[in-house]
């Protein structure tokens, strides 16, 4: 290693710093992955991982030092990666956060991970190295990460993912392992999946940046399935610019495998990062800031506006009026299509079957009622209800219905704005325990991320600021952006603008 590099601790670099200090070989794969397996390991108080193999992951780097080494190098060859356990992974266990996959191995990895790694058929992976699995809510269900039936690596039971912020605080959900791991340098970079705002509001709880694409963009094939037609994949890292690289690697066309991929070739989304965004224009949701957003967010958000105007974006009022229906409609959508995909654990196709049983209903039920925890159960009994005979057009039918209308209120506002900003949640994250029996308020808090999900929008989250009242002190703010259909490149330049501007991306959690 080079004097320079051995100066800076090896958590601190990126994605692109760490990519070209493998390039040009100031440091091994195998260093960088070594470096990290320990990190992890020296803090998993904080729950973040639920799977670690050192073996499997130095093999991978070894591979990527083969690669560095003949100059067959893939764009981010041998930087170091962890992936949210809903992604099926070789060589390492597919939970989903749920007792029904506990030991559950694939035999194949998903689109997103082999694209990230070392590749699909057809398709020259990045070269990333795989550092384990993380923590995440059973099926991607919940905002809190505190609905995960799987005991953390280095604890013997179910544990809580803590906020390095604060530890006494959730991470946010579902995706708040993989936010953890960034947020606490464990990990430089994650993959996520945003169903209903699981990319964004972790990323905003531990401020760091994250970025949901537009529906279809990247493959779900290998996404263990929550509700078909909401589910993404998107990176979750420290800077636009990282996330850029990520998705950049993620993206693409996968149509033998996910129908519902779309065919739109993959897309190079740093290249117009350094853009100038004067006259961007940025439409501000009249309903994004009504009286249920906390002061705090609000001030955080306002003054992220201002430095924006400075940028030269022009600050748009807009509506989009059916904002508050959003909840009441995921809310029939996402268990009804849940309540269908996770029919299929049935404890005879996959992962867990009861032990004793008289018949094979009984056999079923018993096996469905140990495998699924409360949340998902609640769910699949929602959906179900919504679904059947009677209820269907009373509830589902109409809330498709409504769905309609949200993506076109988005549409109405793409007329006299480019991007729509505004908060992710409208408060930091909470406390851990502290809404945990409370399913309601729960779902109350996806307000902000729910529209864009459910028109199919991309969406990204960027840190803007810290609270400042005495209970919430020193926890981070995110904000949100919303593009038009793959408008990611132009989210991503926003975002990239702003935090060439400002640092509150570089700050990172006391002791971290
Ligand atoms: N919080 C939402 C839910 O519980 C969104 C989750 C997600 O995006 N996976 O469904």
């Not at 993206?251 to 190079?268: I, N, Y």
């Not at 991320?449 to 981070?476: C, E, I, K, R």
Request: with cysteine; hydrophobic share 40%; net charge negative.
């Amino acid at each position: 290693m080079t004097t320079s590099l051995s100066q800076t601790s090896l958590h601190d670099l990126g994605v692109q710093q760490l990519a070209a200090a493998l390039a040009s070989k100031q440091i091994s794969a195998v260093e960088a992955a070594e470096y990290f397996l320990n990190r992890g390991a020296a803090h998993s108080a904080l729950g973040a991982y639920v799977d670690v193999n050192r073996e499997v992951t130095l093999a991978q780097a070894g591979a990527c030092d083969a690669r560095l080494a003949a100059g067959t190098a893939g764009a981010l060859e041998g930087v170091p990666i962890a992936h949210k356990d809903i992604f099926a992974t070789q060589g390492f266990v597919t939970t989903a956060g749920s007792r029904m996959l506990k030991d559950y191995q694939s035999p194949f990895d998903a689109t997103v991970v082999a694209k990230l790694g070392a590749g699909v058929a057809g398709i020259a992976g990045a070269g990333m190295v795989t550092l384990g699995k993380l923590n995440c809510d059973e099926f991607a269900m919940g905002s809190s990460n505190e609905n995960s039936a799987v005991a953390p690596v280095g604890h013997d039971a179910p544990a809580a993912v803590r906020n390095p912020w604060n530890t006494d605080r959730i991470p946010g959900g579902s995706s708040g392992g993989s936010a953890v791991a960034v947020a606490a340098r464990l990990a430089p970079a994650a993959t996520g999946t945003d169903t209903g705002g699981s990319i964004r509001q972790p990323a905003s709880f531990c401020g760091i940046t994250g970025i949901k694409p537009t529906y279809g963009r990247a493959s779900r094939y290998g996404m263990v399935a929550y509700a078909s037609s909401l589910d993404q994949a998107g990176p979750m890292a420290r800077s636009a610019e990282d996330c850029a690289l990520l998705l950049s690697a993620m993206c693409g066309p996968d149509l033998d495998r996910d129908s519902t991929s779309l065919d739109v070739p993959a897309e190079d989304y740093s290249r117009s990062l350094n853009d100038s965004i004067e006259g961007l224009r940025i439409g501000i949701p009249q309903e994004f800031f009504g009286a249920g957003l906390s002061d705090d967010v609000r001030a955080a958000v306002n003054a992220a506006l201002a430095e924006f105007e400075k940028l030269g974006a022009k600050l748009v009022p807009i509506s989009l009026p059916r904002t508050e229906l959003s909840i009441p409609v995921y809310y029939i959508i996402a268990p009804a299509e849940a309540s269908s995909n996770l029919s299929r654990f049935d404890g005879v196709k996959f992962g867990h079957r009861a032990k004793q049983y008289t018949d094979l209903a009984d056999m079923y039920q018993k096996t469905r009622s140990e495998g699924f925890g409360e949340e998902v159960q609640r769910r699949i009994m929602i959906g179900t209800y919504v679904l059947s005979h009677g209820y269907y057009d009373a509830y589902y039918l109409q809330a498709q219905k409504i769905r309609r209308m949200i993506a076109d209120d988005f549409q109405n506002a793409f007329k006299v704005c480019d991007v729509i900003a505004g908060p992710v949640a409208p408060t930091v994250a909470w406390k851990l325990g502290e809404k945990s029996d409370d399913p309601l308020a729960n779902y109350l808090a996806d307000i902000f991320t729910l529209p864009a999900s459910l028109a199919g929008l991309p969406g990204m989250s960027l840190p803007v600021g810290f609270s400042n009242t005495a209970q919430d002190q020193g926890m981070p703010i995110g904000m949100q952006l919303i593009g038009n259909y793959f408008k990611e490149a132009q989210l991503l330049n926003a975002a990239h603008r702003f935090q060439l501007a400002t640092d509150f991306h570089a700050a990172k959690p006391a002791g971290y």
